[in-house]
Each structure stands twice: as C-alpha cells, then as structure tokens.
C-alpha cells in the first residue's frame, strides 16, 4: 500500500516540475573570447572561470607540459612574485583554483563583489592570466612537486590502474597521455618551453569566460573584457586527431601489494557531439550510472556483497573519451566480480532495459534537474562545459525533453551499435591477481 | 602594496547576510526540527540526525553505527531491501548517509515538492526497520570492501588510524569510524537490533531541513510522519574522559608506499570541551590554525613549502566542534630529498615562533577576512547550510554557535593565539606518527597476513 501510493503521488506532481534553468547570456569580447554570463544577484559574490584549450591533449612530446605550465601561472607575473599573488586574494578572502585535465585548463577565481576586495581579486586574477612570468626557482619547485606527485600515484592502486588504462586505450593519440606526465618528460621541461605553451595556447581566441554572480550585464561585460584584455589574440587550438577505435580486447595484469584488487574495463566512447549522446547517456545510467540502484550496483553489491562501490560512465570529450567501468574487490574475488561486471552488460546490450527500468530512470533524471543547477557553482560548471564544447545556449532548457524521448528501443539500438562487450580493455591491479590466472 | 589596512569594509558587508532565516521546533515525542529558508531554487535538502557514531561504542563491537547505517537502507516492516534508494531515486532525488565519530545522519536532496518523500520513509525506518541476517552477512562483506579500500590499502590512512589509536587510550576517539576488520566480521543480527532500538528514536534524532520551503507547511509535514512516533529511554552516556598524557607518543607504521608522512596531533580543547572562563581558547587555536594554513599566503605555504622547500605539501587543523576532547593536527609530505625528521624539525620552528611572536596585525587581519568571506560563500550550498546545523545540534550544541562564528574569530587578538600555542603546544601531550615506506616490489603486503586470521 505503501509504495503504491508514492508511484501515484509522483505521476500527479511531474507536470509541475518544470523549472527552467537559469538564463544564459552570451557574447564574444573585442578579442575574440567567448562568455556565458548568469546574474546571480542573491549573494554578495561571484564566481568566475577562465577556461582555455590548453589540456594534456596538447602535450605533443612532452607529457606534464600542460598541467606544469597551468600550476605555474601563480607562481610569479612581471610585477609579483608567488607570495605577493598568494596575498593579493587571501587578504580579502578571494579564493583562486587551477586545474588542468585532457582537455581543458581552468582557472577560476571566487571572490566577494565588495568594491575593494573585488577589484584587488580581479587585478590579482588579470595579471596572473596574462603576465605569467614563469621564474627559475618557482619553476624547480614545482617540478619536485609535479614528480612527488607521480610517485604518490605509484602507491595507489586505482592511480596505477587509470594510467594504464589510457596508455593502452589511446595508444598514439594524444588522449594516452596522463596530465601529470611521466618522470622523464617532467624533468626535461624547461621554463621556455612553458612560456612557448602558453604563448600558443593562453589566448582569447582558445578561451571561455564564464561568470556567474552578483554583478549586472555590464559590469559583466567589463570583467570579461578586462580579463582578456592582456592575453594576445591568438588562434583556436587545432582540432584533435580522431580516436581510432580497439580491434580486439586487452588483459592487463599488474601486481600491486594490496588486500583489493582495481578493475578498470573499458572501451572508446562518445564525444561532446555525439548523437547517441542522450540513448547512451539514460541507458548508461540505468546499467551503471545511478549509484545504489544500478544494475551492476544491484548485481555486484546487493546481491553478492563484492565491492563497496561499482560504476561505468561515459566521458564525452572534444573526440571520444572512454566508457568505463570501475570497482575494488578483495583479491580473491576479482575473477567473479570482473565475470558479473561483465555478464551484466552483454545482457544489458543483448536485451536493453525494461520500460520499468527507463520509466524510473527518466523520474530520476529528470525529476532531479532542479538539484543540478541549485547553486552559483554548479551553474559555473554546466557553463564551462556548455561554452567549452560549444553546446547549445539551450542546453540546460531542453535536457528534460531530450532525456523524455529516449525509448527502449533508443537505448538497444545505440548499445548494440556502439558498445562491444567482446573488445575491452580490462585492467587489473591487485595482489594475488597475477598468480590466479 | 597589496594590503588591507583594516576590516571595516567586511563589517559593513556583514549585516543582511549572515542574518539567516531559521526556525526551530521539538515535537512532543522529542523530536526536534530546524528549518533554515533558502528560497534561492526550488530545491530542500532534508537530513536527519541521529546522536550516535563511533565514539558511542567500545571494543568488540567498533564500526556497528556506521554498518547500521549501511542497514537502514536493508528494509521495513513497509519497504523491501534497497527500495528505500529506489523510491528516492524515482522522485528525482539523490540521498546518501554518512558516519562520524559523534553522529549518523541521513539526507534526501529533492525537488521542494517532494518532501513528504522524505519524511514518510525516515519516520519508517526510524522505528520499524528489519535487520535480516542475510542482508547482514552481505552487507559485512560490503563495509569490509569498504574498509580495504579506504584504510588497508591507503598508507595515509592506515598511519591515521594507528596514530588515533596511540594518541587516546581511554577516550573511544582511539578506534576509527568503520571499525576494526575482526570487529567488521562478527557483528550477528542481535548486535545491530540492540544498537538501533537504543538510539533510533525521535528524542535523540535532529531534522534538519534547509531549502524553499515555509517552515509552517514543514512543521505539519513533521507532526504528520515524525510525531506518532514513540519515543525511548536513551541511555546516558559514560564520560569517558581521556587520561592526562604524561610524556610525548611516537610510532612509526611500516606500509608498502612510495613517500613517507608526518603526522602530528596536541590535545585540545574544543568549544564542548574547553573550560567556561577559557571560551575564546578554541577559537584562538582556529585562528592559529589558519596563520598555519589558511591556504596559499599563509606560514606553511610561504615558508615550509616555497622558501625552506621542506614539504611537498602540509595542513594544519584544529578540533573547533567535537564532543569530546580533541587533537589539532599537523600533517604532511616531506620535499623530495628531506626527511620527516627534517619536517618535524621545521613544524617545530614555527610553533616556537608563535610561542615567542605576536602574530602581525597583517596575518591577523587575513585570516579574518578570509573566515568572513567563507560565511558568504557558505550560503552557495544548501547542503552546507544544513549540516552545520545538524553537526552542532547533534554534538550537543546550539545551532546559534555557527552564526556567532564570525563573531568569535573577529574577536581574538595576537596575544590569545601566542598565549594557546604556549599553553597547548607541549611535548607531554603529543603524539608523532611516521610512515615508513616499504618497498611496492608486489611482495606479499603485511596486513594480508593480519587479515587471513580473522576470516
């Protein structure tokens, strides 16, 4: 009686969920950089990211180049050293990040929209984009960070297993490549070799600024100008070469003194662009993607009580970026739990969910699109990625609707196409694992 | 050229928006409830509170909160194992739990529509849960998963939970959150039966909802589900005062990793703990901890980690809102090609320099500033909001503690912070725990040999 009631509560309440996003102004600056703008006007803040093509897909020959030169920005401009930039935002509360991935490097800055603090953050942020100065002895220091790092990488198991992965993922293409390099490529980096990187790739023309905060559309508008008003014109970066599908599966062992072994299987996904973006994206999170009531949640945690935590996503990236499915298990059982994991998606590929099954995904979905735009930082992000990738102004808009159109036969049909459970990469990093096979 | 001369501005910007919209209530069984207005989206975030985590426990039985909480997913008397997540799921919701020493709390984020969701279910499984021994024979399996893969196999984490264990000897803060591994795999049915019916009751639980909704309609919602409810006797709770230290603790943990680690702890007090006429000590410590470690300008950053080149990466924390006596921690990576004594030696320099030097009205002013503009971006997260409330609530304090933050911090001078490092950062109640790397060769680990003994 109980349930019964929920299932008829929810169907009398689903029309009235629909809450538009928030509204995306966009414009490009005088040179060239493309802004995506929402007035957020309750808090007295404002949070602003500059997002540049700029990733480790553009490490060419020297992996860790991106993330080295993205790490290097506050660390020294022609007028400030390191500490005069850490102060500058600390002193009035301002909070500056960078980050860098396969694709994009971000920076992005939270400060308070009080006219004093606001203006120091916004210089402090100005000069650290467009006056990098890349110093010797910031740099050394850095690069002893960036090789600790690697090593902390080698006393992690699912570390180990995630670069593994991409190496014989991507073979040649530039998505092979870790951010964080390797050892000998981060050694041989040299300042100039930064400032040749950012010279290339630090310009208007490869950014995105997003804003999001309590400032009106001009003001906004002088932000964005301001902020690239250093930075040189410049060109877009070079379209990515396209990611050449596996021929036939791959078993990687590697012994790793652990209680748990890390299973990372996987294969090429889907880009940005894709058209089987929304079948693929709802069937995924019927199979893998909805945490606790997934099917391989459902089949590897409920039912057989092997891991802590399972799951597979598509990363869409700029060209395609991997289907992945991950978990730990105790050593003894990674052979069972690696045949459940995949049992469970050639039956998912074979017979697609139930219409049960995508009825309570789509309630969830897109039941839940209000908690995913619901603070000034999440709207950050959906921008970043919207102007980034180049989505539609819309995008937020009409997620619901295209996450409503999907069928059954939707999803079945783009798994069969484009998911093969007969050519995986399967990674494997544990302790007894090697002598089991 | 770069700095504030004074806070008037951050005064100015106060009023108006720490001013936040909350209402509290307590049901006739006990219950109570506090909503906290944010009508910025049409979301709620709904959690519940419960007065019980692993500093409730004692040996034999350490981690049962946190495998009950796993349970309560597991079914009612009206629900089947795992529906709870998939009914929530359904109404477009995310929920998770989580466990603390001093707490276990549950939360729903969902459209504001569907709070009753929320409610209807919590009340449920508040009183009627079933614990299945089958359910709970997998699900040990699970939270063991769980442990292998947070501590056994995380170098870090397996030296934290040692140093926990050498630092406090009669406080139940020695044993960590999910449990020892032996402890994990003989929890029986009965055990966590006798746990739930001793602290699932509505006058030991805080709900705490946050989000655009009216307090009033929330209140009814409340009485509706929450207040038919009976309540329970809830034991008192034994002090369980952790012995005085008489001389400094060190331990090294011997773990297959790459990099050694520091970590060292001081016994402190926290606003729960701290003598009435010593109030302000906490706060002072805060604000020790963020001359420390108050993000990139501060002493650790500038000093040990861009001048001296000492660490490759250090924090410093304190203990403001425990329920029992805690420990401010330092922790960190020695730089390529130092060691951790080279470490301790430079975290002992700058603790010598607190303890000799005022704390310049510069640094002061920085950690201020920063403290007011983390209260401003705070209010971002709904989420934020309403576990500040649930924690203080739940560790026996006023919510009201967390507004007047800002207010205690902005009130410690110089000379507080010289005159807590002076009292509080002494040897005799220390505790330094090292890791030391064994080689990653993909030899047999230690800790598999430990294990087989217990399955």
Request: avoid cysteine; aromatic fraction near 10%.
């Amino acid at each position: 009686m109980f349930a019964r009631f929920f299932v008829f509560f929810f169907t009398l309440l689903s029309a009235g969920l629909s809450w538009a996003g928030p509204e995306i102004q966009h414009w490009t600056t005088d040179n060239k950089a493309r802004v995506y703008f929402v007035p957020a006007p309750e808090l007295p803040m404002v949070d602003i990211s500059v997002v540049f093509d700029a990733g480790a897909a553009r490490d060419a020959e020297q992996p860790g180049k991106a993330k080295m030169t993205a790490a290097m920005l506050d660390e020294g401009t022609d007028s400030m050293n390191a500490d005069d930039i850490a102060s500058a935002f600390a002193n009035v509360g301002a909070k500056f990040g960078a980050s860098s991935e396969r694709d994009m490097a971000v920076f992005s800055l939270r400060t308070l929209t009080e006219k004093q603090a606001f203006e120091q953050a916004i210089d402090t942020y100005t000069k650290v984009l467009s006056k990098p100065a890349f110093p010797q002895s910031a740099f050394d220091r850095i690069q002893q960070t960036l090789l600790t790092g690697l090593q902390a990488e080698n006393q992690s198991p699912q570390a180990i297993a995630t670069r593994s992965f991409y190496e014989n993922l991507y073979d040649q293409h530039p998505y092979s490549v870790m951010p964080a390099g390797n050892a000998d490529s981060v050694q041989q980096l040299t300042p100039a070799d930064l400032q040749a990187f950012y010279d290339r790739y630090y310009v208007s023309s490869n950014a995105v600024v997003v804003i999001v905060g309590a400032l009106d559309r001009k003001q906004a508008e002088a932000v964005a100008s301001r902020l690239t008003s250093g930075l040189a014109t410049g060109k877009p970066a070079e379209t990515l070469p396209e990611v050449k599908p596996m021929q036939q599966s791959q078993l990687i062992n590697k012994s790793f003194p652990s209680t748990q072994t890390t299973i990372v299987m996987g294969q090429t996904g889907i880009s940005r662009d894709d058209p089987d973006y929304f079948p693929l994206y709802v069937g995924n999170h019927i199979l893998g993607g909805s945490g606790l009531v997934s099917q391989l949640s459902d089949e590897l945690r409920e039912k057989r009580g092997l891991t802590y935590g399972v799951y597979s996503y598509f990363k869409p990236m700029q060209q395609k970026g991997p289907y992945q499915f991950a978990l730990q298990t105790r050593n003894e059982k990674a052979q069972e739990a690696l045949t459940v994991l995949k049992n469970t998606l050639k039956k998912f590929i074979e017979t697609g969910p139930t219409e049960a099954e995508l009825t309570a995904a789509k309630q969830n979905i897109t039941g839940g699109f209000a908690l995913r735009v619901d603070s000034n930082s999440k709207i950050a992000d959906y921008l970043a990625m919207i102007g980034f990738y180049d989505l539609p102004l819309d995008y937020l808009d009409s997620f619901n609707d295209k996450v409503e159109a999907v069928t059954v036969a939707d999803i079945k049909q783009a798994f069969e196409r484009r998911v093969n459970a007969e050519t995986m990469l399967t990674v494997l990093v544990g302790g007894e694992t090697t002598e089991t096979e | 050229m770069l700095k504030l001369k004074n806070l008037a501005w951050l005064a100015l910007l106060l009023p108006g928006i720490v001013q936040a919209q909350v209402s509290e209530f307590e049901l006739d069984n006990g219950l109570k409830l506090i909503v906290k207005e944010d009508h910025r989206a049409p979301v709620v975030v709904s959690q519940i509170w419960y007065k019980v985590g692993s500093s409730y426990e004692y040996n034999g039985i350490t981690g049962i909160s946190h495998v009950l909480e796993h349970m309560m997913f597991k079914g009612t008397e009206n629900l089947e194992p795992n529906e709870f997540s998939q009914i929530i799921a359904r109404n477009g919701g995310e929920q998770n739990a989580f466990t603390g020493r001093d707490y276990t709390a549950y939360f729903q984020k969902l459209h504001k529509d569907r709070l009753e969701v929320s409610f209807k279910h919590e009340a449920d499984r508040m009183r009627n849960l079933i614990i299945e021994p089958a359910e709970l024979l997998k699900e040990r399996d699970v939270v063991a998963e769980e442990r292998r893969m947070r501590t056994e196999d995380n170098p870090q984490s397996l030296l934290r939970e040692h140093f926990n264990a050498a630092a406090f000897m009669s406080s139940p803060y020695d044993h960590p959150i999910i449990g020892w591994m032996s402890d994990i795999q003989h929890y029986e049915a009965d055990d966590l039966r006798e746990w739930y019916q001793m602290w699932y009751a509505p006058n030991n639980a805080t709900v705490v909802v946050a989000g655009d909704v009216e307090p009033k309609a929330v209140l009814e919602l409340a009485k509706q589900y929450f207040g038919p409810l009976k309540p329970e006797i809830i034991a008192e709770l034994k002090p369980r005062v952790e012995v005085a230290q008489r001389g400094i603790r060190e331990i090294k943990v011997k773990a297959p990793a790459e990099l050694p680690y520091l970590m060292m702890g001081w016994k402190v007090p926290g606003v729960t703990t701290v003598a009435e006429k010593n109030s302000w000590e906490p706060y002072a410590l805060e604000v020790l901890a963020g001359i420390l470690d108050g993000g990139n300008s501060a002493r650790f950053a500038k000093e040990l980690v861009r001048e001296q080149q000492v660490a490759t990466s250090i924090g410093a924390g304190n203990s403001l809102f425990s329920r029992l006596k805690d420990l401010f921690l330092v922790a960190g990576t020695p730089a390529n090609g130092k060691t951790v004594d080279d470490l301790e030696v430079a975290v002992r320099e700058q603790l010598e320099r607190l303890k000799q030097t005022p704390v310049s009205s510069e640094e002061l002013d920085r950690v201020k500033a920063q403290v007011v503009a983390e209260t401003v971006y705070e209010k971002d997260s709904v989420f934020y909001q309403a576990m500040q409330i649930g924690m203080l609530e739940t560790i026996g304090l006023d919510w009201m503690v967390g507004e007047q933050y800002v207010d205690n911090i902005k009130a410690v001078t110089a000379e507080q912070v010289q005159a807590v490092a002076n009292k509080y950062f002494v040897d005799d109640s220390l505790t330094i725990a090292e890791l030391v790397p064994l080689p990653l060769d993909g030899s047999r680990p230690v800790s598999n040999a430990g294990d087989a003994h217990v399955r």
